[in-house]
Nanobody
Framework: QVQLVESGGGLVQAGGSLRLSCAAS????????MGWYRQAPGKQRESVAA???????NYADSVKGRFTISRDNAKNTVYLQMISLKPEDTAVYYC???????????????WGQGTQVTVAS
């Protein structure tokens, strides 16, 4: 089993910054995809930032230039640095990792517990 623990959310004024972390632990052999999603009240969950193939990064148009995804493979941790935050960034943020566990035969998707980001105007 794999556990994901998110941290770093909170309340911030518009224009402020936050850094989210998502640390994975357990019987991890390797991690493939890493990404961040968010879900605002009454809206569907949407992809915010993710690592693609060849270590490329992909961002939603609404966050390009403001959010940066990064990772520390040695710590099985993915980060989301958010600057110039806007009220419309308010949502619950979830990390998503595709993990190949020791003893497994395939990858499995895991989700963090979610962390609330609230941006006050």
């Amino acid at each position: 089993q794999v556990q994901l623990v998110e941290s770093g959310g909170g309340l911030v004024q518009a224009g402020g910054s936050l850094r989210l972390s998502c640390a994975a632990s357990g019987r991890i052999l390797r991690i493939n995809n890493m990404g961040w999603y968010r879900q605002a009240p009454g809206k569907q969950r949407e992809s915010v930032a993710a690592f693609g193939s060849g270590n490329t990064t992909n961002y939603a148009d609404s966050v390009k230039g403001r959010f940066t995804i990064s990772r520390d493979n040695a710590k099985n941790t993915v980060y989301l640095q958010m600057i110039s935050l806007k009220p419309e960034d308010t949502a619950v943020y979830y990390c998503n990792l595709r993990v190949f566990e020791i003893g497994s035969t395939s990858y499995r998707d895991y989700w963090g517990q979610g962390t609330q980001v609230t941006v006050a105007s």
